[in-house]
């Protein structure tokens, strides 16, 4: 009876829900193919019949008790079968085969942390969290290396072994999920059973057939032409009727041929066949190698005697001359083949250098300067001759206001000149040779500094207003003498009467001949230098308290011209060679300048403090920056013969140098104050107009100290004005 129910049953699941006893019978008993039925015994787990009941011959059956399946899935054994042995083989199989690969619900953990990097619950005890919400803990693994290889060489099974990411377990790969990776692997299908080269289903014939797929009308818009095609075809032959589309050019079938070398730079490395040295040519032959030469090339006897005997190197020539009756009566070249084959070698062995041309403009090498009419105001032409003094002009100088000039010569007299005008105002005899005027450059007195061989005299002119040297005279009669006396290198001497008319105040006297006085912006010191190479050479003097110091305890060298520093507390001392600024507040050596000259003859500071420009008697002129380094920035040799004097102005950028050419050179001289721009240096004006006397020309410049106008002295006795 439940074969044929079984057999008119078709699905493959049966389910019972009042189970009661049920009789299994083997698979053999049903007739037909039939698929392995499962039951589903009251909602438990199903049982396949295929697998749980082994075949029985029906001879045996029919005389056997039969197996009473309960719900519950739990074989029992009605008490008939209490006695058979071979039945009790069968229930353990049974038992065996059913639980063999069941897993309940609380082994088999789920994860439900879903699509998320497993690398955020590294630092956290657990792995995730199960169906119920629950955190599930990640098992302890304590195992070190040691462990780790034991296993590994004890478990056979390690080598399929595989940790689980979600749930952190072991998991033992089974024989076809091993059997899937290797497929995988190698690239074939994960299913075993599917074929990849299975024969394609012709669906859709390459015979036309009688009938259409579909019988379906055809539409009408199939036949009638399309409104919206329409439009768009004249909206496009519209466009090309305007020229917005361009219509394409047919294609031109010819072959092209490039130029391979065309675009290739010809100053490349890699371009071999421009790089190409030809092979140096040959000497031509000349009339000794002639087969009929001229009887003087024909060598005789003691000359071919001579030839054998020297070295193959230092022989003229490597063959004799030879005569011949004609052109056909000549042998074959004995040493051809040798000839040819040291030509090979030098044409190999000679080192061919190519010697790259630089092409530069010469344009190029000259710095661009800017143009002089850029560059004015600056002084151009010769404005005014002062003429009077009958021997050659060796100093000037000029009063703070620019109006009055004093000038120093070697016909023993100083004279005091009134700019604007070149008349000469005073003439003070002095008895001796003046080497060096100084104007005071306090605008509030009116003292001038003479130097006249051992002397220095300060001199009150007495031009201009009259309240100004009216209160000299007083600051200087105001002196109170100390009470004990001082020990002083110089004698500070009052001057008598008769030198009082002439305007004399002071003199200080020394123990040598001076060549140089210079003063202090202020006004109340002045420096003298002393021809000397002593450690007396440089003396510094204070007239308000007429007292005088050495300041160096050792000589340095001959002194050339000393010099104030215009706003700074540093004095400047040009030996022959170098020029050595110190600090007179700390009294030590600031900096040591290397002029590069053989002889240095003066020196200037512009007003800004910051250059110093050295005039040498090898007519050169340097200019140095302080801040930049202790070697000239920059050495002009834009004169013949040597430098006299050089000046800079107080309000321009200008500075001049006079030379024994007899001609000032008048350069723009710009100094910036950004500190990363160097200083402009341009000429921009030669100056002539002394006359050359004894080899000397100009001895003296000197700029106003307001107007962009240049005074000079000469050794013609004149003294020039250029504006």
């Not at 009941?53 to 009473?68: C, D, F, H, I, K």
């Not at 629950?134 to 080598?159: A, H, Q, T």
């Not at 009467?497 to 002045?526: C, N, P």
């Amino acid at each position: 009876m439940l074969a044929s129910g079984l057999q008119a049953c078709q699905p493959e699941r049966i389910s019972c829900k009042n189970p009661g006893n049920l009789i299994l019978l083997p698979a053999q008993y049903f007739p037909g193919s039939l698929p392995p039925l499962s039951l589903r015994l009251g909602g438990a787990a199903l049982v396949s019949l295929e697998s749980v009941v082994e075949p029985v011959a029906p001879s045996e059956l029919l005389g056997q008790p039969v197996l009473r399946r309960e719900a519950k899935g739990t074989c029992r054994k009605s008490k008939v079968l209490e006695d058979d042995s071979s039945l009790k083989e069968n229930e353990g199989l049974l038992a065996q085969n059913e639980y063999d690969e069941d897993s309940s619900d609380e082994e088999d953990i789920r994860n439900t942390v879903g699509n998320i990097p497993m690398e955020w619950y590294q630092d956290f005890p657990h792995i995730g969290y199960d169906l119920e919400g629950k955190r599930i803990y990640k098992p302890i693994r304590n195992k070190d290396e040691l462990d780790m290889f034991l296993e590994k060489m004890e478990n056979p099974d390690y080598w399929r072994t595989v940790q689980d990411k979600m749930t952190g377990a072991d998991i033992k790969l089974t024989d076809e999920q091993v059997d899937l990776v290797h497929r995988l692997q190698k690239g074939q299908f994960g299913d075993v059973h599917f074929n990849p080269y299975e024969p394609a289903v012709d669906f859709f014939t390459h015979e036309v057939m009688i009938h259409p797929v579909t019988n379906r009308p055809a539409d009408k818009r199939s036949f009638i032409p399309s409104l919206i095609e329409k439009e768009k075809v004249s909206k496009l032959v519209h466009a090309i009727k305007m020229g917005w589309i361009k219509p394409r050019k047919p294609k031109d079938d010819t072959p092209t041929y490039y130029d391979l070398w065309a675009h290739e730079d010809p100053n490349s490395i890699l371009g071999r066949h421009k790089m190409h040295v030809p092979a140096p040519k040959m000497k031509l032959p000349g009339h000794e190698e002639s087969y009929n030469p001229p009887p003087e090339y024909l060598l005789s006897e003691e000359e071919k005697l001579a030839w054998e005997q020297q070295e193959p190197a230092e022989r003229k020539l490597n063959f004799v001359p030879q005569q011949y009756r004609c052109l056909r009566a000549v042998p074959a070249y004995s040493r051809f083949i040798h000839e040819r084959f040291e030509r090979c070698l030098d044409l190999y062995l000679c080192p061919r250098q190519r010697k790259m041309r630089v092409n530069v403009d010469p344009e190029d090498l000259i710095p661009k300067l800017p143009k002089p009419r850029d560059l004015q105001p600056f002084p151009t032409t010769l404005a005014l001759v002062y003429r009077g003094h009958t021997s050659l002009v060796r100093c000037l100088s000029i009063s703070p206001s620019g109006q009055w000039l004093v000038s120093g010569s070697d016909d023993c007299t100083v004279r005091f000149w009134e700019v604007s005008t070149a008349r000469c105002m005073k003439t003070l005899p002095v008895g001796g040779v003046v080497k060096s005027v100084a104007w005071n450059p306090n605008p509030t007195i009116c003292l001038v500094a003479i130097c006249v061989e051992q002397s220095v005299l300060l001199v009150n002119p007495c031009l201009g207003d009259k309240l100004l040297y009216g209160a000299t005279d007083q600051l200087l009669e105001s002196y109170v003498a100390p009470e004990e006396e001082r020990v002083q290198p110089v004698q500070w001497v009052v001057a008598t009467m008769e030198e009082h008319s002439k305007g004399i105040r002071l003199v200080v006297q020394h123990s040598k001949a001076l060549k140089q006085v210079t003063w202090h912006g202020k006004g109340d010191y002045f420096a003298s230098v002393v021809s000397d190479n002593s450690n007396m050479q440089v003396l510094i003097h204070q007239t308000s308290k007429r007292w005088s110091q050495n300041p160096f305890r050792k000589s340095k060298g001959l002194v050339q011209c000393v010099l104030f520093h215009p706003i700074r507390p540093y004095f400047f001392v040009a030996t022959q060679r170098y020029v050595r600024v110190y600090n007179l507040l700390k009294q030590e050596l600031t900096k040591k300048l290397m002029t590069n000259c053989k002889w240095v003859s003066s020196m200037a500071i512009h007003p800004g403090g910051d250059n110093v420009i050295c005039g040498s008697y090898d007519s050169k002129l340097a200019w140095f920056d302080l801040d930049l380094s202790t070697r000239p920035y920059q050495l002009l040799r834009h004169h013949k013969k040597a430098l006299r004097s050089v000046a800079f102005h107080k309000h321009y950028p200008l500075f001049a140098s006079g030379s024994d050419d007899g001609t000032v050179i008048v350069c723009h001289g710009m100094v910036y104050n950004d500190l990363l721009q160097n200083p402009l240096l341009v000429p921009v004006k030669v100056l002539k107009g002394h006359v050359l006397t004894l080899d000397l020309g100009v001895l003296d410049v000197l700029f106003h100290p307001t107007q962009p106008w240049v005074f000079s002295s000469g050794a013609d006795g004149t003294v020039r004005l250029y504006t």
